[in-house]
């Protein structure tokens, strides 16, 4: 038997555009209609009024809470409040889109040329803001499958795997598997330089590199760390290594803009001009303090009246595959910034329609403590359209209409659920991305980077600091009987043992 062929299936739009980058094409980022047309919108009409909710959010929640919001948002612009973390204010990011210019982002672009045309395959180590954002950008604007497509398809572009957000070692060792005969090349990504699965991973791959290219390996690897301090610059003087900075004044999870993301994206040949344009554009609009013209401040305010009116989980769900990674991302960018005295709340990543056959009915009937934000994918890459059957014994000739194909129908996939949850006292909010490109997730993420900053003030704690994260941190040097944890690893020890162990 022969393999099988697409026969009826046009050329791919992801793969299509992903050669067309590699060609030098450009989307025209810098026109105005262009922009306008791929700007993405906020639509609050599921919030208001939820019919059998006796704490249903009303518009008049929103009003009463505008006051403090715009307050809040003149002081994030002048940099006041309990904004520092060791005396810094970290709201280097606000303005980043308009500081980076034009000749950075062409110096990034060029070390990346530089690296992917000598390497097969690339991988990132980092975690949490060293790693998410820069995994969900790459995955919201290529193929699903990326590495296996060929080089071509690919847009020129390596392989690109991650590494060092987790310790499993049967995960390392398979992504090892995948790097086995080939030329690799690594971008290690820590701020701080300690945080121990990022570290572990990058000295196992460094020994790999260096026992297979000894001296020459230190030109396959690049470390994006602190500029003056850490374990990791040391070692980087030490060994020759390329580095890039991370601003004193940008935290992790803000960080998807600076050399942190940067790289590995222009590795993976997005266009980063175009996604610089997008913060920037997002920038713009959230600058004004017009409370109801600004998406940031609109939709911090929801979620503040969503948590005071007891909503304490908020499901992120887009029906797009590729845009997962973005929800992933609001994951950490929001729990981490709100979780603070007992505050904030719980972002759960949705993929629909998937998570409603996992947990749809909880949703519609559960506890009534949630609120759903959809990022919805208006346009995908590609239309796949449902072919005429001359029985219709599965009935879905209704559906082959024309213009009708899985690319509008995937469109209910929000609307329906949006509909449906909300009779059920689920307020929910639509976020909507016109197309997969690099300029819509540079506003949503700017969009949302404003609005948890703005959810800090109106919470009353400092949205910048993650001492939470510090503290099981802290826990596992101390379990693992790291030199200066000795005492507290014995005190943990102890505590353990006179806990009720019960285990069968
Ligand atoms: O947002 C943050 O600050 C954190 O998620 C960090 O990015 C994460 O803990 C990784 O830290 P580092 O870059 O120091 O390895």
């Given at each position: 038997m022969q393999g099988m062929k697409l026969i009826g299936f046009k050329e791919n739009k992801t793969i299509k555009m992903q050669k067309e980058r590699a060609n030098g094409k450009k989307n025209p980022f810098n026109e105005a209609s262009w922009q306008s047309s791929n700007r993405i919108s906020l639509d609050l009409?599921?919030?208001?009024?939820?019919?059998?909710?006796?704490s249903s959010i009303t518009l008049k929640d929103i009003e009463d809470i505008a006051p403090q919001v715009i307050k809040a948002h003149k002081m994030l612009k002048k940099d006041q409040?309990?904004?520092?973390?060791d005396g810094i204010?970290?709201?280097?990011?606000?303005t980043l889109p308009e500081e980076i210019t034009p000749t950075h982002l062409e110096e990034i672009q060029s070390a990346a040329q530089s690296l992917g045309s000598q390497i097969d395959a690339f991988v990132s180590l980092g975690i949490g803001g060293s790693y998410l954002g820069i995994e969900a950008t790459w995955r919201a604007l290529t193929h699903t499958y990326f590495n296996q497509l060929s080089r071509n398809e690919r847009g020129n572009a390596p392989e690109i795997y991650f590494l060092?957000?987790?310790?499993?070692p049967d995960y390392l060792r398979d992504t090892l598997d995948m790097l086995q005969g080939k030329i690799v090349g690594i971008n290690v990504i820590s701020?701080?330089?300690?945080t121990t699965e990022t570290a572990i991973a990058f000295r196992i791959l460094r020994n790999v590199l260096e026992k297979n290219w000894?001296?020459?390996?230190k030109d396959l690897i690049y470390v994006t760390t602190d500029a003056t301090r850490g374990a990791l610059k040391n070692l980087s003087k030490e060994k020759g290594y390329k580095t890039f900075p991370i601003p004193d004044n940008i935290g992790g999870r803000f960080s998807?803009?600076?050399d942190v993301g940067l790289f590995g994206l222009a590795i993976a040949n997005i266009d980063i001009k175009e996604f610089a344009a997008g913060f920037k554009y997002m920038r713009n609009i959230t600058m004004v303090d017009d409370f109801w013209k600004n998406p940031s401040l609109l939709h911090a305010a929801a979620r503040h009246a969503a948590w005071l009116k007891g909503k304490k989980i908020e499901i992120v769900a887009t029906n797009s595959v590729p845009l997962y990674g973005v929800a992933r991302w609001m994951e950490q960018l929001f729990p981490e910034s709100?979780?603070?005295?007992?505050h904030g709340m719980w972002v759960s990543p949705s993929l629909y329609s998937e998570k409603l056959h996992a947990n749809g009915q909880m949703v519609q009937q559960?506890?009534?403590?949630i609120l759903e934000t959809f990022i919805m994918l208006?346009?995908?890459d590609n239309t796949v359209t449902i072919p005429h059957d001359k029985d219709n014994i599965d009935g879905?000739?209704?559906?082959?209409?024309?213009?009708?194909?899985i690319n509008s129908i995937n469109r209910k996939v929000i609307e329906g659920p949006a509909y449906a949850h909300y009779l059920g006292d689920v307020p929910n909010m639509i976020i909507e991305?016109?197309?997969?490109n690099a300029f819509s997730l540079g506003e949503i993420y700017y969009m949302m980077e404003i609005s948890v900053a703005i959810s800090g003030y109106l919470l009353g704690h400092?949205?910048?600091?993650q001492p939470g994260v510090e503290d099981y941190k802290k826990a596992m040097f101390a379990l693992l009987d790291k030199p200066g944890f000795e005492k507290k690893g014995k005190e943990i020890k102890d505590k353990i043992s006179k806990m009720k162990n019960i285990k069968i």
């Open positions: 009409t599921y919030l208001f009024d939820t019919p059998g909710d006796s409040g309990d904004i520092c973390d204010p970290m709201t280097g990011w606000q060092g957000q987790n310790m499993d701020k701080s330089g300690t000894g001296h020459a390996a998807i803009l600076t709100e979780g603070h005295s007992g559960g506890e009534r403590n208006q346009e995908h879905l000739n209704y559906l082959v209409k024309k213009g009708q194909d991305i016109p197309r997969r400092n949205p910048f600091i």
